[in-house]
């Protein structure tokens, strides 16, 4: 693309790409470019890209462009070897830099048209060689009616919430590149704290979102989100439900933005019609009007309703044709219009509505779906199937020897799905209509008559094991955050989890169970050093045991109580603190502070009836403030007396709508907010004037508040600022030196290291004492004074009394659960 960097330079100084790390300016970007697109320099060649919404990909995709190339851009991570035999890319451009595969010398170049510079793949990941040919003119005009009809300002500042080998994903880079506006890379998800910290810093202006993301952001609690910036938010990739349009445009009615809905396809460069924000609520049921340059007309077709036929679209953005070979890359335009596959009608208000499809695509994910590719695909594995689409998901019919999970997998990964978006039913015969046609209709009722997959129940049965659920409850699109999971579970199900997926993703915890089976590796022996284990669980394993062995003078080592209130902290901002709606985060806070409290009360009144070892304030969980100072039990329960206030205090704060906006839009400022909080309290700058136990109790918050921020911090000036306080804090705060050094060594790990790997052995073992923490915590003064002046026996007889008590509990939970199901399932029968 002749003269693309002399177009970026004109931009000067504005803002052209911000990450995590870096920010550029146009002038920058162009600088950068242009050096890459000298050392591509040479002969016009095709560049395989694997691309990453990063800032080397963008750089080496404008690069590749401004040298002359054609390329292709791929989805990193996923093989594709049908392309690489079908059109033997002359260079590759992944993580690792620049690989030419074939000779820039003069004379070595193979036949490429002067106009094609882009092409896209047609089908999602199925595996398909088919390609779309664009050509300059074809990105540029379709960027330019973007630009026009969103009325995009050199101001605005678009998040790259689509990949860029998509061509939605594309055409927002484009479109912004070509006003001079600014991008916000980064390959985050919706879903994580990061991605808003991000976009909130940059102060982005525009979403774009396939259905799925909309999904994500009902899940985070968009709508009560503080984003003070935000201009519009896109949707195309699929249809999204017209309620769903509706509530988005009357939300972005209320909250100041507009919301478009768009139409369009890889072969259109990406769009063919908007529907204008104003009529997003009257009309949610329309794709709108045909973009800037281009027009509709309608084709009647057989069995359809007088008005209603196939859509055909015409404008310059109208892809130059397909590519099923190498040798189709040297031919010219054949297309002057594109033969949609959709039947439309066109209403009174000259809006188009789509109403059913002539051709066998689906759209979900954001990818488009060729059935009929999809089909030869399974042929060629064995499997004679029929497929069809069926609302959110895939519905496959097959006859033969494989198993229906078996069959899932391997459409899911031949259509880049996740496998719960799949459902395989195996049948004696593929069904057909009367005239001996493949009967869709059957498959899709076959398929909803089905139940849940078997291997989607192992997995989510894990789940609603460890939450104590109705396993009906625990559905595909819901994570272990929705599910109510808190840090006492999160022990227990991350070690299943690890030992049933073969790995544990570091964001496990906000991620769909069903994206979490499509990353279940196959089983293989596993070496001795093979396990991962979260930081935070081996320090509360570490801390509980250093606890127990103190008490009971195995040996002195203190601190550990210290670095658990830090977990708790961590965790907090984890579990509690997440990107739900705020109801939903205030049910998860009670949720924790009962999951603490109420084992503690239940345990003190039972020691309260048989002992004289506890006092009336122990049981409301006060007596380091209410007294009496004296008591025998004053240090023993300080550590959940100062959780339980610490969380009861947080939940009042959090109720506040104001609160919860100012946490939601900058988390670690908050997080950071607190902790000087509990610096003040630490250094008594506010002058309570609390006497000692009760100051006792003040002055540990700032422990949790450093916990707290680690959970949020997300750079790395982020983490190093958490570990300063934590030295200045540390200094002076306890007597011992070791102490010091301990605790420091413990919440630093939590700070800058998130997991680690141990042998198997050690993970399971760590998983028990880490989960059975606080049931040890409360029973070990009584445990190991069983075995007086035998401190060894008396330790692990307390360590395995809570690992008993914890799986006894656990147990019941379940028993009351399946009881509670038996009871529902029998009423309904009635």
Known sequence: MNGLVEGLSRHGERLAVATRTEQLSYLDLAARVAAVATQLAGVRRLVLLETHNDLHTLVHYLGALAAGHVVLPMPAGRPYPEIIATYAPDVVIDGDGIREIRSAAPGSARPLHPDLVLLLSTSGSTGSPKLVRLSAHNVLANARAIAEYLELRDTDRAATTLPMSYCYGLSVIHSHLLVGAGLILTDTSVVDDEFWELFRRHRGTSLAGVPYTFDLLDRVGFADMDLPDLRYLTQAGGRLAPERVRAYAELGERSGWRFFVMYGATEATA???????????????????????????????????????????????????????????????????????????????????????????????????????????????????????????????YSGAPGESEVSRAAADVAGLPPAAVTAVRVAALPRTASNKP????????????????????????????????????????????????????????????????????????????????????TRRRSWWASTMETSVALRAAAIVLIVGSHAELFEVWGGAHVLLGVAGYNFGRFCLTPLPRRDRIRHLRSTIAWIAVPSILWIALMLAL????????????????????????????????????????????????????????????????????????????????????????????????????????????????????????????????????????????????????????????????????????????????????????????????????????????????????????????
Not at 488 to 510: C, I, K, M, Q, T
Not at 714 to 723: D, E, I
Not at 757 to 768: E, Y
């Open 271 to 397: 769009r063919m019609a908007y529907l204008p924000s104003e009529l997003a609520r009257s009309r949610p049921d329309a794709i709108g009007r045909p973009i800037p340059g281009g027009s509709f007309r309608i084709d009647p077709v057989e069995g359809w309703d007088d008005g209603s036929g196939e859509l055909v679209y015409q404008g310059p953005n109208v892809m130059m044709g397909y590519a099923q070979d190498r040798a189709d890359l040297a031919r010219g335009s054949a297309l002057t219009e594109l033969r949609t596959g959709d039947i439309a009608r066109r209403g009174a208000d000259g809006l188009y509505e789509v109403i059913g499809r002539a051709s066998r695509f689906v759209k979900m994910y954001g990818l488009r779906i060729d059935l009929q590719q999809l089909e030869a695909q399974l042929r060629g594995r064995g499997v004679t199937a029929m497929c069809t689409g069926d609302g959110d998901r895939i519905a496959v019919a």
């Open 439 to 522: 009967d869709y209709q059957a498959v899709r009722e076959l398929a909803r008559r089905k139940p849940a997959p078997t291997e989607r129940a192992d997995l989510r049965g894990v789940f609603a094991e460890a939450l104590h659920l109705d396993p009906r409850d625990v559905t595909g699109d819901r994570s272990f955050v929705d599910l109510g999971g808190n840090s006492l579970s999160y022990v227990a199900l991350s070690v299943r989890l690890e030992r049933a997926l073969g790995h544990l993703p570091p964001d496990w915890h906000r991620r769909p169970i069903a994206d979490l089976e499509s990353t279940a590796q196959p």
């Open 611 to 830: 002992t004289d070892e506890y006092h009336p304030t122990n049981l409301v969980l006060l007596q380091k403030i209410l007294g009496p100072d004296g008591s025998m039990t004053a240090g023993r329960l300080w550590f959940v007396e100062a959780l339980v206030w610490i969380l009861v205090a947080l939940a009042v704060v959090f109720w506040w709508p104001v609160a919860d906006r100012a946490e939601r839009r900058r988390p670690f400022l908050v997080a950071m907010a607190f902790l000087a909080l509990g610096m003040a309290l630490r250094y008594d700058v506010l002058g309570l004037g609390l006497g000692y136990q009760a100051m006792f109790t003040v002055l540990t918050f700032w422990f949790f508040a450093a916990g707290w921020a680690a959970a949020k911090a997300s750079a790395g000036w982020q983490h190093a600022l958490v570990t300063a306080v934590l030295a200045i804090g540390l200094y002076g705060y306890f007597d011992q030196t070791y102490r010091t050094v301990l605790v420091f060594a413990g919440l630093t790990l939590l700070i800058w290291l998130p997991a680690i790997r141990c042998p198997a052995g050690v993970s399971m073992l760590a998983g028990w004492l880490a989960e059975a923490s606080l049931f040890t915590y409360l029973t070990h003064y009584q445990v190991y004074a069983l075995f007086d002046g035998h401190p060894l026996p008396g330790v692990l007889a307390s360590l395995v009394v809570g690992i008993l008590l914890t799986k006894a509990v656990s147990l019941l939970r379940n028993r009351v659960s399946r009881d509670e199901q038996t009871a529902d399932a029998a009423t309904a029968s009635r």
